[in-house]
C-alpha cells in the first residue's frame, strides 16, 4: 500500500537557521512527489513537485527538494529560513493515475524571530 | 484564470444530522475533483476523487457520499453525521492528464459535530 512518513511532526528553529524536512514514500512503479505549504489562516499552496529528470527539484520562496530514488526519499530544504516560513507543511506523493495523492501527516515549522 | 470556491467556511452540526458540503470550479473544463479530510495529528486523507460527472471513486468506507452533478460541482454529504466526522473538509481539482497534475485545494470547512 501507498504510504508517506514525515519525520517530524513539529520542528522550531530561528531565522536564518537552516531547514530540512524529511520525507519518506512507499510506493510501487512511478511516482509523483510534491510538497504542499498551509500558512495559518490560507489554504494549501503547492511549493514544488517532482516527475522526472533532474532530482534536484526547485520550488518557490527559495525552498528545495532533492528525489533520492535508492533512499525512497524526497526532503525539503531551505538554506536560510525566514519568519514568514511559519506553516504547516506536507509532503505528497501520487502513482501515474487520477486517484490523487497519499500524504504525509504534515510538519508543523514554527520560525522564531 | 482559474478558481476554487467551497462553501460553508465552518459548520457545527449536532450529531445525526444531515451535511452537504459543496464546491465548485471555475475557469477550467473537466477537471479531476476530490475530498480530503484533515483531522489532527493524522494529516491528510483523501475521501473521494471524480474524472467525470456521475464517476465517484470512494478511498474509504464511512458514511460519507460524494456526487458530482456537473462538471465543475462536487458535493459532500452524509445522511446521519457521527462525532467522528468532525474535521476539516477540503475540496480539490486538478487537470485531467494521464498522470497526477498537482492540485488546487479550496479553503476548506471546519466540520463541527456536537
Known amino acids: 500500500a501507498q504510504s508517506v512518513s514525515q519525520h517530524n511532526h513539529h520542528v522550531i528553529l530561528s531565522e536564518a537557521a537552516s531547514l530540512e524536512l524529511g520525507c519518506n514514500y512507499s510506493?510501487?512503479?512511478?511516482?509523483?512527489l510534491f510538497w504542499y505549504v498551509q500558512y495559518p489562516g490560507q489554504h494549501l499552496q503547492l511549493l514544488l513537485k517532482?516527475?522526472?529528470?533532474?532530482?534536484l527539484v526547485k520550488g518557490i520562496k527559495g525552498f528545495e527538494a532533492e528525489f533520492i530514488k535508492s533512499k525512497f526519499s524526497f526532503n525539503l530544504r531551505k538554506p536560510s529560513v525566514q519568519w514568514s516560513d511559519t506553516a504547516e507543511y506536507f509532503c505528497?506523493?501520487?502513482?501515474?493515475?487520477?486517484?490523487?495523492?497519499?500524504f504525509g501527516k504534515g510538519t508543523h515549522l514554527i520560525i522564531q524571530p | 484564470s482559474q478558481t476554487i470556491h467551497q462553501w460553508p467556511a465552518t459548520l457545527v452540526q449536532p450529531v445525526g444530522s444531515p451535511l452537504s458540503l459543496e464546491c465548485t470550479v471555475e475557469?477550467?473544463?473537466?477537471?479531476?475533483l476530490y475530498w480530503y479530510r484533515q483531522a489532527a495529528g493524522r494529516g491528510l486523507q483523501l475521501l473521494f476523487y471524480?474524472?467525470?460527472?456521475?464517476?465517484i471513486s470512494s478511498e474509504v468506507p464511512q458514511n460519507l457520499s460524494a456526487s458530482r452533478p456537473q462538471d465543475r460541482q462536487f458535493i459532500l454529504s452524509s445522511k446521519k453525521l457521527l462525532l467522528s466526522d468532525s474535521g476539516f473538509y477540503l475540496c480539490?481539482?486538478?487537470?485531467?492528464?494521464?498522470?497526477?497534475?498537482?492540485?488546487?485545494f479550496g479553503n476548506g470547512t471546519r466540520l463541527t459535530v456536537t
Open positions: 480539490a481539482w486538478s487537470v485531467r492528464t494521464g498522470r497526477n497534475s498537482p492540485l488546487h
Open positions: 510506493y510501487g512503479g512511478t511516482v509523483n
Open positions: 517532482y516527475f522526472s529528470g533532474d532530482p
Open positions: 505528497a506523493a501520487a502513482g501515474g493515475g487520477a486517484d490523487g495523492l497519499t
Open positions: 475557469g477550467t473544463s473537466n477537471p479531476n
Open positions: 471524480s474524472v467525470g460527472i456521475g464517476q
